[in-house]
């Protein structure tokens, strides 16, 4: 039975969700972080590992094929085993987080030779040729969440070292595709800017950043990513691109299904900005959502990473539709995470690959658990469960810092 309360958020006692969801996600909570734990590649004398850090970023669930984790999906997870310490208050959620940061942290380009790259991340390890610029918004995210978590003064740095090659970039007209090449030469392409859209989810590490330098510049660059994202906002409170694209989207519909964080960005633009015109738009695409019903196209990130932005738009206007919304569809959400299976290395996992074709022809996105799946539930379980403000954690949030 839900709580009585005329308002979705509380301080003191979180989103108004019933007591048995809120049970249920802290349970699921802890099985996945046990999860990321148990899974993840240490090292100890004499068996080194350069791979230390690094998570399954998937797994074929019929032959246990594994593929381990590249910069965004560690970081990413990073974020919600924070979340997941701050509600269960375990040191081995910040101990598994500290280690995959570690990978994260190898992965940061400060090497002179690489100048103009300087801040930004290798895509996967630290011998690859090239940089992610999305993908390295999701790792300064990561470092963020550990200063905010632990006051980590080196961590804000190499945040705010990313930050400022992003900005850079983006000052030079360079608005790069999925890679920037760095080796044998640093080879940046400029690109229609609607083709980099997933990069507008910097404003969350912006807002975020500004908050924790106290250097009001990144504000005003939460502010151009978030306004770049409001000229993706269609008349119906849809994000379209017009076209259609890959596992975004879905078949002859150009609405992106999993926005990459762009919604909570342009909450987070409102919440350190105070300009209603962020938050506004924030509340036209969660409405689409809600229009939306159960006509909606098979995305397994999809319902978990539209939990993690109702829950901050519930947070944001204290309005009821939201957290109405999370409960409806808070099955979806524990479903795709595997409790009954034994296996160690899937046990507490979520299910779902929607790039399944890309990694093995002819496997069904039901046949992997993937990173992807198992970070956007760390995190949106962190914020069903958190009792209060001060165990609401700030991954893919405007709030809880």
Same mark, same amino acid.
């Given at each position: 039975?839900?709580?009585?309360?005329?308002?979705?958020?509380?301080?003191?006692?979180?989103?108004?969700?019933?007591?048995?969801?809120?049970?249920?996600?802290?349970?699921?909570?802890?099985?996945?972080?046990?999860?990321?734990?148990?899974?993840?590649?240490?090292?100890?004398?004499?068996?080194?590992?350069?791979?230390?850090?690094?998570?399954?970023?998937?797994?074929?669930?019929?032959?246990?094929?594994?593929?381990?984790?590249?910069?965004?999906?560690?970081?990413?997870?990073?974020?919600?085993?924070?979340?997941?310490?701050?509600?269960?208050?375990?040191?081995?959620?910040?101990?598994?987080?500290?280690?995959?940061?570690?990978?994260?942290?190898?992965?940061?380009?400060?090497?002179?030779?690489?100048?103009?790259?300087?801040?930004?991340?290798?895509?996967?390890?630290?011998?690859?040729?090239?940089?992610?610029?999305?993908?390295g918004v999701e790792c300064a995210q990561a470092l963020l969440d550990h200063f905010f978590a632990t006051g980590d003064k080196v961590s804000l740095a190499r945040a705010g070292a990313y930050l400022d090659w992003l900005i850079r970039m983006t000052q030079q007209g360079v608005w790069p595709t999925s890679y920037v090449y760095i080796l044998p030469e640093w080879r940046p392409q400029p690109v229609r800017v609607e083709h980099a859209w997933c990069t507008y989810a910097a404003a969350i590490p912006m807002a975020q950043y500004a908050k924790a330098s106290g250097n009001k510049k990144?504000?005003?660059?939460?502010?151009?990513?978030?306004?770049?994202?409001?000229?993706? &906002?269609?008349?119906?409170?849809?994000?379209?691109? !017009?076209?259609?694209? /890959?596992?975004?989207? *879905? %078949?002859?519909?150009? @609405?992106?299904?999993?926005?990459?964080?762009?919604?909570?960005?342009?909450?987070?633009?409102?919440?350190?900005?105070?300009?209603?015109?962020?938050?506004?738009?924030?509340?036209?695409?969660?409405?689409?959502?809600?229009?939306?019903?159960?006509?909606?196209?098979?995305?397994?990130?999809?319902?978990?990473?539209?939990?993690?932005?109702?829950?901050?738009?519930?947070?944001?206007?204290?309005?009821?539709?939201?957290?109405?919304?999370?409960?409806?569809?808070?099955?979806?959400?524990?479903?795709?995470?595997? &409790?009954?299976?034994?296996?160690?290395?899937?046990? !507490?996992?979520?299910? /779902?690959?929607?790039? *399944? %074709?890309?990694?093995? @022809?002819?496997?069904?996105?039901?046949?992997?658990?993937?990173?992807?799946?198992?970070?956007?539930?760390?995190?949106?379980?962190?914020?069903?469960?958190?009792?209060?403000?001060?165990?609401?954690?700030?991954?893919?949030?405007?709030?809880?810092?």
């Amino acid at each position: 039975m839900a709580r009585k309360s005329s308002r979705a958020w509380a301080d003191s006692s979180g989103l108004a969700l019933p007591s048995a969801v809120r049970r249920r996600a802290r349970s699921g909570l802890a099985a996945a972080a046990a999860w990321a734990a148990r899974n993840q590649v240490r090292h100890q004398w004499p068996k080194w590992n350069a791979n230390a850090g690094r998570f399954p970023y998937h797994v074929h669930l019929h032959t246990n094929e594994t593929m381990w984790s590249t910069s965004w999906n560690t970081a990413r997870t990073v974020q919600g085993l924070l979340s997941a310490y701050r509600v269960l208050g375990d040191r081995s959620c910040l101990e598994t987080a500290e280690w995959g940061l570690a990978y994260v942290k190898s992965l940061q380009v400060f090497a002179p030779e690489h100048a103009e790259a300087r801040g930004a991340f290798i895509e996967e390890t630290p011998l690859n040729d090239h940089v992610g610029p999305r993908d390295g918004v999701e790792c300064a995210q990561a470092l963020l969440d550990h200063f905010f978590a632990t006051g980590d003064k080196v961590s804000l740095a190499r945040a705010g070292a990313y930050l400022d090659w992003l900005i850079r970039m983006t000052q030079q007209g360079v608005w790069p595709t999925s890679y920037v090449y760095i080796l044998p030469e640093w080879r940046p392409q400029p690109v229609r800017v609607e083709h980099a859209w997933c990069t507008y989810a910097a404003a969350i590490p912006m807002a975020q950043y500004a908050k924790a330098s106290g250097n009001k510049k990144y504000v005003a660059w939460a502010e151009h990513f978030a306004g770049l994202t409001l000229k993706l &906002l269609s008349k119906d409170g849809a994000f379209r691109t !017009g076209t259609r694209w /890959g596992h975004h989207s *879905a %078949e002859d519909d150009t @609405a992106l299904y999993n926005d990459d964080g762009i919604g909570v960005g342009l909450v987070s633009a409102w919440k350190a900005s105070g300009k209603k015109k962020f938050l506004d738009a924030a509340v036209a695409n969660g409405e689409w959502w809600i229009s939306k019903g159960s006509d909606l196209p098979e995305n397994w990130a999809m319902p978990l990473a539209v939990a993690i932005f109702m829950a901050d738009l519930a947070r944001a206007t204290g309005d009821l539709k939201f957290t109405a919304y999370i409960n409806g569809a808070a099955d979806g959400v524990f479903s795709r995470q595997i &409790l009954r299976d034994e296996r160690p290395l899937v046990a !507490g996992a979520f299910r /779902g690959e929607d790039m *399944a %074709e890309h990694y093995m @022809a002819g496997s069904a996105r039901s046949d992997f658990i993937s990173l992807r799946c198992v970070s956007y539930g760390l995190i949106a379980l962190g914020k069903l469960a958190a009792p209060d403000s001060r165990r609401w954690g700030p991954a893919y949030s405007a709030f809880g810092f």
